[in-house]
């Protein structure tokens, strides 16, 4: 598979990378086997970075890849995880702690879990308000120091908190949510990332499913599944947003292709320092997302895209109210 750069210090990624989360949490019932199938799949056909977090799960979901990894070569796959969370005595959040303190303790747990001695891709997951950005990126570069980190990144940053960052050491990567339904990131976050040379790491680029036109009702989930408290899944919601849908569906039909891989190849074609990190459990998705590399929707059928994506006022917020406080707005 093809490479992408991530940022100027020499970061070099699967142009689709795999994210992990769903495999553990958030979006119903797990199955560990059929998720290693997949990683090992994933492996095989050059899908070789890997999107984690200690929160996922928490903690499980790193396990789980690092089960994947034994008998593997660690240099095959360049992992990405992620701190930001104090958890309580039952693992539970309880609390941003971006603390040099929380964060010795945090990269000592996923190096447990994940059964290695380093982390390709290391991202502070949500900005702590009481933390100053300086000091936790501090903390971060002096694990690249001492070999434990090769390479920092943030999430779901504003412009100002990015740039203050880079002062203090290079970032890499900034991973935001990126697609036909949510591209905020290009008024003000893209520019500066550019601007920078810091690479974007897209997830959800498929809408959390969404957009691939599988799911026709929130009655399609799964009674555990997270999706079901997004707002944009919900009642009125969701009937406006599939308008977006079948025009994603439209123009994968008369290319005789998939929706989910028109709105993934939208999104591969925003630029060669946008890597996204489409999520599955399934080898037939995985491969289906691999091959929408190799698609060339005609000019026309770009320009639609764009045009439709542009004027489209989806309905509801991307998260729940409470996950939408901790996102970093700052200029």
């Known amino acids: 598979m093809e490479k992408r750069k991530l940022g100027r210090q020499g970061l070099e990624v699967s142009?689709?990378?795999l994210g992990c989360m769903g495999m553990s949490w958030a979006y119903g019932r797990a199955d560990d086997s059929q998720s290693i199938r997949v990683l090992h799949h994933?492996?095989?056909i050059g899908v070789t970075f890997w999107d984690t977090a200690e929160t996922y799960g928490p903690f499980t979901n790193e396990e789980l890849i690092g089960r994947a990894l034994k008998g593997k070569r660690r240099e095959d796959v360049t992992i990405a995880t992620k701190f930001a969370w104090k958890f309580g005595p039952n693992n539970e959040q309880i609390g941003l702690d971006s603390t040099p303190q929380n964060i010795k303790r945090s990269i000592e747990g996923s190096l447990r879990r994940l059964g290695t001695s380093y982390i390709d891709l290391y991202y502070q997951h949500r900005l702590d308000?009481?933390?100053p950005i300086e000091d936790t990126v501090r903390a971060m570069a002096d694990l690249v120091k001492e070999g434990k980190v090769r390479y920092i990144g943030l999430s779901e940053v504003g412009p100002g908190t990015i740039r203050r960052a880079h002062k203090v050491h290079p970032l890499s990567a900034v991973q935001s949510e990126y697609s036909l339904?949510?591209?905020g990131?290009?008024?003000k976050v893209l520019p500066a990332l550019r601007d920078l040379g810091v690479g974007l790491v897209a997830y959800s680029p498929i809408g959390r499913g969404f957009l691939s036109g599988k799911i026709k009702s929130v009655n399609d989930l799964p009674e555990s599944d997270w999706r079901r408290n997004n707002p944009r899944f919900q009642g009125e919601n969701f009937r406006h947003n599939f308008r977006l849908v079948e025009v994603v569906q439209e123009i994968a039909s008369a290319n005789h292709v998939t929706a989910a891989q028109v709105a993934l190849a939208w999104v591969l074609r925003r630029g060669n320092?946008?890597?996204p990190i489409p999520g599955t459990r399934h080898i037939e998705y995985l491969e289906e997302n691999v091959n929408a590399l190799s698609l060339k929707l005609p000019a026309s059928d770009l320009a639609q895209l764009d045009r439709e994506a542009r004027a489209f006022e989806v309905a509801g917020a991307?998260?729940?109210?409470?996950?939408?406080?901790v996102l970093d707005?700052?200029?």
């Open 318 to 325: 991307r998260y729940p109210e409470a996950a939408m406080k």
């Open 181 to 183: 339904w949510t591209h």
């Open 15 to 17: 142009a689709i990378g």
């Open 329 to 331: 707005t700052t200029e």
């Open 273 to 275: 320092d946008i890597v």
């Open 129 to 131: 308000p009481n933390t």
């Open 185 to 187: 990131v290009e008024e």
């Open 42 to 44: 994933a492996i095989d």
